[in-house]
Every structure is written in structure tokens, then in C-alpha cells.
């Protein structure tokens, strides 16, 4: 049986969108909300609304909604606050059933803007057209070339990881996620002020959503008393991990989100945890945590460990040392290696005997050069029954060929065993090495201790939700 | 009165080294140990040693240490553990004070090389020779040309920071801390095995030294019961701020420790972080914050802050309420502006009216632009006496003259009030802002995250030390 298509179908996979309020000064960002659809050739069809020109961007412009004969599966408003509503009136008139609202200055912008959301969101319901935002800048599908933002884009790259968000966090550092975080983005909305659309509804779709490997969300508060969305999210949590970064947990902060995106997050930081907790979730505590994690869900889900053992190998011997701290932190222990891999490792050891975990790569390569090293090193650390996964580090201007060094890496791929790696911090500018693993699927972190603590977060996942 | 010259001089001063085992191969590490010194035209005399050859890199080179006619301050003992004891015998005969043992393969590496250790240290203690290792690189000396590492120097920027290592943890990203981390390094010491020289008498002498203005130091272990260290911390944290990071914290990473540097770490790790907090010091829990503490303290130091207010902008607003959850769990707390500063605000807000703290510079540079709204956001912040300390984001791609947008950022120079900065995250490579601002002593950071922290640690210094 196929499934009812949901709402939110026409807003991720729309045949025709129409974009109202473009400008076609370049330097006015809402320039991009249609110079991004077009530059990144949008599969569907695209209308541009501006009275006041004959064409936009190469495209024949319109008067308003109603100009446009084709019927119009998602509209994005793109004009300041004070248009919104004649926009919705147009859209109540065209019988669309989709809006994003673009314009800030409602709810969080004081009394005016909160009638002003008020009486749009009525219109809305009364009409039966669902809406994100305002305050939203949405949506994402990378399958689909569909970007709505203010920061120029030329290319969108594909992956499994989907995002909710409630505010634009994302939105100036998308190109870096992107081309220098190698984020893997499938999917990703914009809830903005939630005047309709909401994240427990936004979680299901995604939830369901087969491309969807991991959703990451961002909540600054949420809807009633939470128990839809804990449900939710339990539910959603046996089939694939989400991360949940929730700001506003201390009070100044919570005072300061309803001041940005007029909602009032309720209730204490201490219950919330224990509630994602219990869900299954998997709790980000700053941003680096969020990108962190679902960068390294993207590239290990599916992947059940069987348990939390960990190799640890760093360039200076102190490194290898803290990095154990933060394993023994994060709920990881350090793999006791067997007899065999113990002696295989004495192989690659300066001329005296060398511990094998944390592995010191510094004093092993100095006397048998880095290629030798990993080579040996993973052969023994992968087929090791004691080991679950590793984190090594990779010394960046050491490396010529990166792939000729690094093929060893892709056993870990192959024995099922999830490795992070992280670069030794290098003056050399080259990232070569970094994008021929992360096009493997192995995930790079700035520092051992981000490596560490996003392999943790995938076992507590593994542990908590997995059978 | 003079002060009584410190056995360390001759380490961090000294008029002529003599290095014994540098290579002529490019290719070998230990070849760096001299040609560091000639690149960076250390301003005393050198002298390599090797038995082989007639000169050395342009250099007379001389067969023994006994060759030389001059006085020698320092020998660098570069030959491998096996070696090394004849270098010393070389040592004694020869009448030198001061010796560093760069080879590794002594305590750490089993009871052979611990036999050996204890053979040399007999020796030097019975002709009052003070030595640095052995597994060390060391010193650093930035105002006087000298560097003694594997790692090829080109470069050495000065500063006030002085560092204290227990093992060659900085060493692979001394050139990117220098560079491209803007990291003002005044005096390096590396302990290595600790067979002499150790943290306390390197701690005294950083302590006294006027050129430091802040010390950081990494430990893996600490010498007897500890007392010493702590008394010595105590003291010295009166006058200038001490960082510590200190690993081996958990029992696997104290294990890894004692197989790495040959000490054994003792005590638990809550016994150890309240002692270093009475002494005064301000502990550093990872890599990042050790570094990131030490650049904020190079940077304000000195500077007694007269509370923990603090003004946040971040650019996507819902960053704003992430950095002010992070100030509140740091033990900083967002300003409560004056109504005068409120008012100068709303001069930069769009449409509506706009929360001051934390500031939404995305939405206020939209509608004004980043030159005026970052001139008018410090005038108002830096003068009012409700502020203590800013944290601001930068959007890199948005600055084309760095210096005319961020000139109002040298106010909170003026009004002595520290600020930290963090950009955007973002594609564009170019860092003349970021350089632009480190030279003026604004400290930049990767997070906002990062930025908060180090400021809340220098709030934590000046509040427990400063009266």
C-alpha cells in the first residue's frame, strides 16, 4: 500500500514554486531566494512575482499569483512583514496549499507583529494552507536542487543527514558545512516563529522520510507540554538516530530566544535532558556538538557496535594521552588489544617495545615512516575482536599522496568498525587528504577531542536504541 | 639588587650551543635541531658536533664537545638514547652546566632504557649538571632567535606567553599556533622524562621572568606529594595567570601516561583540580582550551575586570541564544545595558524594535549594514559601566577593507574591557580580518563557544587573584 502523501511533500518535492519579493539587486540577499533556485537548476518549475518588471533573472515575471496559469504547489514569500498578509490574501485567492514566510518582524518583534502573525495565521487555517514560519528561511532538498536561502549557492552536495531548525543558525555557514565541513545534507526546514507548522509534525515527516539516514534538530522551545514530541521522538529514535541541540536551557538565554523567535521555551533544562534521554535521542550542547554528531551518523548509520572499545592513535605521545581522557569521559574505554595484535604492532615501534593503545604515531613513524605505520596499524586494529572503533590522527603535511597513505583507512569500512580521524592543526592549506577520506565516508574532526566525543555519541545511540 | 642568575638562563640565554647529532640529511628530523638555529639566526655562537664531517650546513663542525675552544652554555644532545651517555661523559669532561637530552628511549621504554636514565642522572648530578629530558625539545626563546625542535622554523612571532610541557604535545603544531592561531610565545620549556629539571623549578623561573606575562603548563605528572607545586602556584598566580592542563585524569589515560613519559601520575583528579583551584590557577580541560586560555590572557593581560557582565552579537540570532546559554554555564552572565545604551541601539535595529543583548547582528546589518552597526553597537557597549567584557562575531565574507569596518572594535581596547572575537564560519580563505584584529590583541576564536569560555577563564583569574 503506498503511503498518503504528506503535507509536507509540496513543500520538499514541489512541481512549481513561486517566489514573491525577489529583488534583482544583487546585493539585496533576497536577491538568492530565486538567483539560488535558478544557479542551482531547480528540477521544477519556477515563477517570479514582481509588478513592477516584464522578467527576472531570465524568467517572465508576474504582476501577482493569480497572473500565473500554472497551478502553484509552494509560494515562497519573500516580501518584508508589512506585504505578508496582502501575499496570503493572494494565496487564499490562487488556492495555494503551500507557504513559506520569509520576513522577520512578527511575533518577536513586539505587540504590532504579533497581531500581524495573529491574523495571517487565521487566514491561513481558515484556508486550509499550511505554512513555515515566518522568520524561516526553507526549505532544503539536495535530491531535489531546491534551496531557499539568503546566502548564494551554486551546489548543493547529497547525503543522508536531515535538519530541523528554528531559527537561521545554519544559514550563513551552509556553503562551509557544505564544501568545507563535507556535510552530507538530504533534507532540511526552517521552522522559524512556528506560527503553523511544527517540529513534532516536521520530525514525523522526516522520520518516514527513506532518505533520511539521521535528523539533526535545533529547538529553541517546545509545542504544549512536549508529550507529542517525546513520543515522537522515541519512536523515531529505534529506526534512525536524532540529535537534539536545545539553546535557551539556562534562564537569560530562554528570555533571549522568545525575544528572537517569539516563543517561550517552558520548563527546566534538567527535565528536558532526562526526557531526551529516556527517548533514545542523542543530546548535542553546543553547535560544534550538532555538526559533530551528524556528521558522524551520516557516515556509520547503519552500524550497530558491539561495544564501546576504542583505539586511540596520536602523533605526540601527550595527545594519545588526553584523547584517553576524553574517551574515559565520554562513556568509551580503551581496547585492550589481544596477544596477536600486540606483537604485530612491535613490528612498526621505535627500537624499543611501544604500548599499543593509545598508539604514539609521532615515535613510530619517525623510525618507520607513515605509510608502514597505518598500513600495519589498521590491519592489526580492525581484525582485533577487542577493538569497536578508532580514532587516529593524520598528520597533514607529511603526505604526498594522501591515497596511496591512507587506503589503509578503508579497512575499518569494511570490518564495520567506525573511525574518525583528525588532522595534527598544519600551517599547509592542502586538504586533500581530508576530502579523500571524507569521500569515503570518514568522517574528519578539527581535534582528537571532537573525533572521540562523535564516536561516542554513536555508541550511545548504538546502545541505547539498537537490539 | 640584582636578582641572582637562575640555573634556566643558560637554557633560555645562552651565549654558544653546541649541538651534538644533528643530521646533514634534510630528510631526518634531527637535522632541524641545527638548521632551526641558523634560520632563524639565533644571535649566539654554535657549534656542531659530528665526528664525520668537516662543516655542517656552512658551519665548522668539530669532532667532540672537547674541540671546541670556547665556552659552551648549552649542549643539545641530539644522538639516540644508545649514545648518549658517552655525550654526557663529553659533558663532564668538558666542564658544561647546562644539557638537553632530546632522545626518547629511556624511562618510558621499558627497564633497559630506565637503567640507562638513572646511569645518566647520577652522572650530571654528581658534576652539577642541570639537564632538560631526556624526550624533550627544548627551549624556546623567541626574543632571542632560539628554538630547539624536530619541526623546520622559519618564523618565530613574540609574545608574553610562556609554556611549560611535559611532552612534545605543541610540538607538530608550533608553526600553526604561531601562524595561523596568532599565538604571541614568549619562553618554551619541554620536561620530557623529568630526570632533573622539573615543573616546579621551571614554574619558579617563568614566575620571575619579567618577559612572561602568562604562564601555560601541561602536565602529565606531578613531582613527590606535590606540595611544592602547588605553594609554587600559589604564589606565583598572585602576579601573573597560570594555566594548567593536566592529563592522565582518568586511570587508562594516568596508565598511557606512565608508558609515555616513564611517570607515574598520582592522586585522583578531584584532589587535584581543588588544589590547583586554591592555588589560583585556572585549569584548561582539553587541548583547545589550553591554548585558546593562553591567547586570551597574552591578549589581557594585565587586566582586572570589574565583573562578569558581558555583551553578546552573534549574526543568526538563534547563535546569540546558544553563546549566551554557553556565558551562564561559564559562570559569566549577559549585561543588563543602560536605557541611554538601549536607545543608541535602536538607532541599528531594523523596522522594530531589537533586544540589545544578545544583539542580532544579522538582522541589524541587513537593514544598516555592518560599518555603522558594529561603530554604533561598541560606542554604546564600551561606555557603559553595566558591560565588562564583549564576545562578537564577524561574517568573514561580508569585509572587504577589514581595518575600516573593525576599527570601532579597538574601543574596547581603550575602555579597557576585553573582547573576543569569532568569525562566521566560512568558505572564503581569506583571514586578513582575523590577522588584522590579532594584531591589535583582539583574540579571535573558531566558536563563539571558544570566545566565551576564554573569556569567562580570564573573569575566573581576575576574580580569585586580583584585588
Redesign the interface.
Known amino acids: 500500500m503506498k503511503r498518503q502523501p504528506h503535507f509536507l511533500d509540496s513543500f520538499f518535492n514541489p512541481a512549481s514554486i513561486a517566489v514573491v519579493g525577489a529583488s534583482r539587486n544583487p546585493l539585496k ?1 533576497s536577491h538568492n531566494l530565486l538567483a539560488n533556485l535558478i544557479k542551482l537548476q531547480f528540477a521544477g518549475r519556477v515563477y517570479p512575482i514582481n509588478p513592477g518588471v516584464p522578467d527576472l533573472m531570465g524568467l517572465k515575471a508576474y504582476p501577482n499569483l493569480q497572473a500565473v496559469e500554472d497551478e502553484i504547489d509552494l509560494v515562497i514569500c519573500g516580501v ?1 512583514a508589512t506585504s505578508a498578509l496582502d501575499v496570503i490574501k493572494d494565496c487564499v485567492e490562487k488556492r495555494v496549499k503551500s507557504v513559506v514566510v520569509v520576513a ?2 512578527f511575533s ?3 505587540q ?2 504579533k497581531k500581524l502573525q495573529t491574523e495571517i495565521a487565521r487566514l491561513l487555517k481558515e484556508n486550509g494552507i499550511r505554512a513555515i514560519g515566518p522568520n524561516s528561511l526553507s526549505p532544503i532538498n539536495s535530491r531535489y536542487n531546491l534551496a531557499i536561502g539568503f546566502s548564494p549557492h551554486e551546489i548543493l552536495t547529497q547525503g543522508g543527514a536531515s535538519f530541523i ?9 551552509l ?3 557544505l ?3 563535507h556535510l552530507g545534507i538530504n533534507k532540511l526546514i526552517d521552522l522559524g516563529n512556528k506560527m503553523d507548522v511544527n517540529e513534532v509534525e516536521a520530525l514525523e515527516y522526516l522520520g518516514d522520510d527513506p532518505e533520511t539516514k539521521v535528523i539533526a534538530m ?1 529547538l ?1 522551545s517546545v509545542e504544549g507540554d512536549g508529550r507529542a514530541f517525546f513520543q515522537t521522538l522515541k519512536e523515531i529514535s529505534r529506526r534512525k538516530p536524532v540529535v537534539v ?1 536545545k ?7 530562554a528570555k ?2 522568545s ?3 517569539g516563543v517561550i521555551a517552558r520548563g527546566s533544562d534538567a527535565v528536558f535532558d532526562s526526557a531526551l534521554r529516556q527517548a533514545g535521542a542523542i543530546r548535542a550542547q ?3 556538538e550538532f555538526f559533530d554528531f551528524a556528521k558522524a551518523f551520516e557516515c556509520f548509520t547503519p552500524l550497530k557496535l558491539n561495544g564501546n572499545r576504542i583505539v586511540i592513535a596520536a ?8 584523547t ?6 565520554h562513556g568509551l ?2 581496547a585492550d588489544v589481544s596477544p596477536e595484535t600486540y606483537d604485530k604492532v612491535q613490528t612498526i615501534a ?4 611501544i ?1 599499543p ?2 598508539f ?1 604515531l ?2 613510530s613513524t ?1 623510525f618507520n615512516g607513515p605509510r608502514k605505520v597505518y598500513k600495519i596499524l589498521m590491519e592489526a586494529m580492525t581484525e582485533d575482536d577487542n577493538v569497536d572503533c578508532l580514532a587516529i590522527e593524520i ?1 597533514l603535511s607529511a603526505m604526498e599522496s594522501p591515497d596511496l597513505i591512507l587506503e589503509p583507512f578503508l579497512m575499518a569500512r569494511e570490518k564495520k568498525k567506525p573511525l574518525a580521524v583528525w588532522p ?4 599547509r ?1 592542502d586538504m586533500t587528504p581530508v576530502e579523500w577520506l571524507e569521500s569515503h565516508k570518514i568522517p574528519v574532526y ?4 571532537r573525533a572521540v566525543k562523535s564516536l561516542a555519541a554513536v555508541h550511545r545511540y548504538s546502545t541505547n536504541n539498537l537490539q
Request: aromatic letters at 8%.
Open positions: 540577499i518584508p522577520g518582524g518577536e518583534a513586539g504590532d507583529g531548525f528554528q531559527s537561521g543558525l545554519y544559514e550563513p555557514r556553503n562551509w558545512l564544501l568545507n565541513f535545533h529553541e541541540l539553546s535557551g536551557r539556562t534562564p537569560a538565554a533571549a530566544a525575544s528572537h523567535t553546543t553547535i560544534e602523533y605526540p605521545g601527550g595527545e594519545g594521552v588526553i584517553t581522557d576524553e574517551c574515559q569521559l574505554s580503551l621505535p627500537p624499543w617495545t604500548n593503545n593509545p604514539d609521532g615515535v619517525q598528520e595534527m592543526e598544519s600551517t592549506q578539527p581535534s582528537g577531542e
